[in-house]
């Protein structure tokens, strides 16, 4: 079955240290993959994706995040956290191009700690 | 930049009451979609179209129903409220998956 894990659902750092938010999933395809942030009260923005091109993806506010397909993994990071970063970040995957669907992780909340 | 609206960003209705939730999109995609988001449940698929007057139904479609008459618009109705749809909905847009989707600021529904 096809999947995707979130294997985090808080991650509280200090600001101005770096950020790792884990992702990791499971199909027998290639798949898109997506990271979303979302602030509270708010839609969801999206950060980068993946559709296999370069494996290392670089998105907005300075997150990156490196596709491994030997370790079917999608870890969002960067290098130091701000206050403004403090969120919900959500790993998105799409396992078919032509369904349009999504499949949404759990979300992982990030605080930052001044 | 793609824009999707949604008409009203809270919104509190009576048990029993039909509601209608708009979304608009301005980039001329062809797939639009509803989830609800809730605490410890993430976001669940409601309704999604691939084009005019077509839907299908997502993974908890029950209690709900869609509408589009126009490539931009996208209506999720809730026959009847009920209190257990008190959520916060969310409208999204794409062209194609590889894109991503573009998700309106939600719509918070309380269901008194």
Not at chain 1, 52 to 70: D, M, P, Q, R, Y
Not at chain 2, 11 to 16: A, D, P, Q
Not at chain 2, 20 to 41: I, S, T
Request: proline share 3%; charged share 20%; glycine share 8%.
């Amino acid at each position: 079955a096809q999947s995707v894990t979130q294997l985090d659902s808080h991650v509280s750092v200090s600001e101005g240290t770096p950020v790792l938010l884990r992702c990791n999933y499971s199909s027998s395809y290639s798949p898109s993959l997506f990271w979303y942030v979302q602030h509270p009260n708010k839609g969801l923005q999206l950060l980068l994706k993946y559709t296999s091109a370069a494996t290392l993806v670089k998105g907005i506010n300075g997150f990156e995040a490196e596709f491994k397909k030997s370790e079917t993994s999608f870890h969002l990071t960067k290098p130091s956290a701000h206050m403004s970063d403090a969120a919900e970040y959500f790993c998105v995957v799409s396992f078919s191009s032509n369904t349009g669907k999504l499949i949404f992780g759990q979300g992982t909340t990030l605080q930052v700690k001044p | 930049d793609v824009k999707v609206t949604q008409s009203s960003r809270y919104l509190v209705k009576r048990t029993g009451e039909k509601v209608f939730l708009e979304c608009v999109q301005d980039m001329d995609h062809e797939n639009m979609f509803w989830y609800r988001q809730d605490p410890g449940l993430g976001l669940r698929l409601i309704y999604f179209s691939y084009d005019v007057k077509m839907k299908e139904k997502g993974d908890i479609p029950e209690g709900y129903s869609v509408s589009r008459e126009k490539k931009e618009r996208f209506s999720l109705i809730l026959e009847s409220a009920s209190t257990n749809q008190t959520s916060m909905y969310l409208c999204a847009s794409s062209l194609w998956t590889g894109d991503g989707y573009t998700f309106g600021s939600g719509t918070r529904l309380t269901v008194v």
